[in-house]
């Protein structure tokens, strides 16, 4: 077996939803929307199956995609994409990641990551050879750390990989952090990968602003997109990679030999998706905000001490109040067993180190599902 893959477990959303299936817990760990997703784009998907062309779609994804995406970088951010020679449909932002890393990488290049970390990450930057240099943030306020940020920038840096708005901590970057990283980033003669697949998922008046919008960033940025958020469709593993045209030739050679293509009913359906109405984008922000204040108030009212989140669907919270100093992964195994609740371990998204009295909860669920989950904890505790 690979060596570097034999290092890792079995990851802990599959090992998490497994025990909550098995106790019968409300789900709050793996992060998947208890809804089916817009009707009008699951329509679109449902009619092109039945239509035919299903046969291979090009490899870098069907033009009416590639051009939605573009019109959507456009309309949303005001970035100029050029749709045939800047956009690579993949199978998910699962697969994006892997193709930008695998791509752009060589053997000893540094690569500078930010924990936590989404758990992808670090076995794709070991298979292309790279070294990584772990950075970590830090709860209850993420902020960055730049003094050991600056000291992990060096000569053999190639890339930034970082995820905003970032799961699993909430945290939207700010103008500022984003301007200090890509000033690194510039200084160094790196580039930054993206991970941006909860850009419309930011709450309270925010605004997500891709990386590649700051300046002298848009021939350094690769950006990461996924319909799996964009539209609460997390199993039709649509995502999206926008670069640079020389860039997007390098992550297309591994794009060809990774997955090739996509499912071309599920690119029709999502190229329509990316052209709704406004309206679509903020209501689901708007819901999801108000999915978070129920959560919150009722993990407060259990006595969590409840972290800030300004983006993605899930929101931190410090277990000491309720157990003292007991480890989060064995509260998160008791939570489903006992309290018949699942959360993930903090813990799960660091490499190491003592950042272990922290769970994620998710919160994509429906109004009444978080009701019963407080409701199971409030007996509980
Ligand atoms: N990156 C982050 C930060 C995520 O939270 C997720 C998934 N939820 C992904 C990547 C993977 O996205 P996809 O399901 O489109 O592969
Ligand atoms: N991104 C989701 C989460 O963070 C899960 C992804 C997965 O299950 N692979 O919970």
Redesign the pocket.
């Known amino acids: 077996a690979n060596q570097i893959l034999s290092g890792y477990g079995t ?1 802990i ?2 090992v998490m ?1 497994a025990l909550a299936q098995e106790h019968g817990a409300v789900n709050l ?4 929307p208890d809804w089916e997703g817009p009707e009008e784009v699951r329509r679109v998907a449902a009619d092109a199956l039945m239509a035919g062309g299903n046969q291979y779609p090009p490899m870098a994804g069907i033009p009416e995609l590639r051009r939605a995406v573009a019109e959507h970088d456009h309309r949303f951010y005001g970035i100029e994409v050029d749709p045939m020679r800047e956009v690579i449909v993949t199978s998910g932002a ?1 697969e994006a990641l892997a193709a930008a890393l695998l791509g752009l990488l060589n053997p000893g290049d540094e690569v500078v990551l930010i924990e936590p970390l ?3 990450y670090l076995p794709i930057v070991q298979l292309a050879g790279a070294v990584p240099k772990l950075v970590r943030v830090e709860p209850p306020h993420w902020q960055l750390p730049r003094e050991a940020l600056t000291a992990a920038f060096g000569p053999k840096t190639r890339m930034l990989l970082m995820n905003s708005p970032m ?2 901590t909430g945290k939207v970057f700010s103008d500022d952090d984003l301007t200090f990283l890509a000033d690194l980033v510039k200084a160094h003669n790196a580039v930054v990968v993206c991970d941006e ?1 909860h850009e419309h998922l930011v709450f309270d008046g925010r605004a997500h602003r891709p990386m590649m919008t700051l300046p002298g960033m848009r021939e350094r940025s690769v950006r990461v997109g996924s319909a ?1 958020k964009t539209f609460s469709l ?1 199993g039709w593993k649509v995502g999206y990679l926008v670069a640079d045209a020389p860039i997007a030739a390098a992550l297309g050679r591994a794009h060809q030999f990774l997955t090739f293509t996509t499912a071309p009913n599920l690119q029709r359906a999502v190229a329509h998706g990316l052209t709704m109405d406004r309206s679509y984008f903020d209501g689901l922000a708007a819901d999801l905000a108000a999915k978070r204040d129920l959560l919150s108030a009722g993990l407060r009212r259990v006595g969590f001490d409840v972290l800030a989140a300004e983006g993605t669907y ?1 929101i931190g919270a410090d277990i000491r109040p309720l157990v003292g100093d007991m480890d989060d992964v064995e509260f998160s195994r008791r939570l489903t067993v006992e309290a018949g609740v699942t959360c ?1 371990p903090f813990s799960a998204f660091y490499q190491a180190g003592d950042i272990r009295n922290f769970v994620r909860f ?1 919160f994509c669920k429906r109004e009444s599902v978080l009701e019963e989950a407080v409701a199971r904890l409030e007996r509980f505790f």
């Open positions: 990851t959303f599959t939803s760990g793996q992060g998947f699962t989404y758990d992808s799961n699993p697949v799996g997390t899930f993930l998710c």
